[in-house]
């Protein structure tokens, strides 16, 4: 197996709670295959290569007070 993704989950905080933007995600890919991922903006492709590349931003610090 050249890429195998298994139950890939990733999640960011927001003001209005965790927002979960990939879930349960699965990919195996043999050496030599072409795999396009596509869809709609904001549905998580960016999030998905950052992801497997380890390319991720840290999360995003919280702040209290004036």
């Not at 699965?26 to 050496?31: C, F, S």
């Not at 709609?40 to 497997?52: D, N, P, R």
């Amino acid at each position: 197996m050249f890429l195998e993704i298994q139950g890939l989950k990733v999640s960011y905080r927001s003001y209005a709670g965790t927002i979960t933007v990939l879930d349960d995600f699965y990919l195996n890919m043999k050496e030599g295959e072409t795999v396009a991922i596509v869809g709609e903006s904001g549905s998580g492709k960016s999030t998905l290569g950052q992801a497997i590349t380890k390319l991720l931003p840290p999360p995003r610090p919280s702040w209290m007070g004036r």
